[in-house]
Antibody, heavy 116, light 112 residues
Framework: QVKLQQSGAELVKPGASVKLSCKTS????????MSWFKQIPGQSIEWIGM????????GYNQKFKGKATLTVDTSSSTAYMDLSSLTTEDSAVYFC?????????WGQGVMVTVSS | DVVMTQTPVSLPVSLGGQASISCRSS???????????LHWYLQKPGQSPQLLIY???NRFSGVPDRFSGSGSGTDFTLKISRVEPEDLGDYYC?????????FGGGTKLELK
């Protein structure tokens, strides 16, 4: 069955960067899209961007350009998202999901806390 | 960006009853290819969103037929009949017709 397993919770200092991972199984990763989402607890969900694992092509929400960088490692069927120059406004739960916009299968989410 | 407006924000229901959630978009969600990319998710507390309905009215794998989606253009509805305890949580609509995909603000389905 399709599974997306995300890395563990992160506590990072303002100004730092963090790399989140999303390891997949149960489907053909190399011909699929992966999207990433942000959810501040108690609020709705934002789409950050997507990546096509076949060629690494990406598309970003303008709001997250310069903040998020999406990559993949097809040898391990894993997707990554780098978040840079973190501020307290980046504290949120981040999800990966299979698909170019609407995700059908989702990871469990990872809490990123930005605090000094 | 396309603005998605969900109503109501909170929806008290009785078990076994029916619930209806509305989602309106700031512009038509009909894609140039003729498809309408409007989807519905349920997020239970502490969990990731789960896809219920895709492209307006198609139930995702394993979703019971108590869930139904309808609508067109800018107006969409999710109906839940015979509400069960596992249906409680936050419901979101998502449009992926226009870039970037955008979510509604959410509707909390809770017990009356």
């Amino acid at each position: 069955q399709v599974k997306l397993q995300q890395s563990g919770a992160e506590l990072v200092k303002p100004g730092a960067s963090v790399k989140l991972s999303c390891k997949t199984s149960g489907y053909t990763f190399s011909t699929s899209y992966m999207s990433w989402f942000k959810q501040i607890p108690g609020q709705s969900i934002e789409w950050i961007g997507m990546i096509y694992a076949g060629d690494g092509g990406t598309g970003y929400n303008q709001k997250f350009k310069g903040k998020a960088t999406l990559t993949v490692d097809t040898s391990s069927s894993t997707a990554y998202m780098d978040l840079s120059s973190l501020t307290t406004e980046d504290s949120a739960v981040y999800f990966c999901a299979r698909g170019p916009g609407a995700g059908d299968y989702w990871g469990q989410g990872v809490m990123v806390t930005v605090s000094s | 960006d396309v603005v998605m407006t969900q109503t109501p924000v909170s929806l008290p229901v009785s078990l076994g009853g029916q619930a209806s959630i509305s989602c309106r978009s700031s512009q038509s969600l009909v894609h140039s290819n003729g498809n309408t990319y409007l989807h519905w998710y349920l997020q239970k507390p502490g969990q990731s969103p789960q896809l219920l309905i895709y492209r307006v009215s198609n139930r995702f794998s394993g979703v019971p037929d108590r869930f139904s989606g309808s609508g067109s253009g800018t107006d969409f509805t999710l109906k839940i009949s015979r509400v069960e305890p596992e249906d409680l949580g936050d419901y979101y609509c998502l449009q992926s017709t226009h870039f970037p995909p955008t979510f509604g603000g959410g509707t909390k389905l809770e017990l009356k």
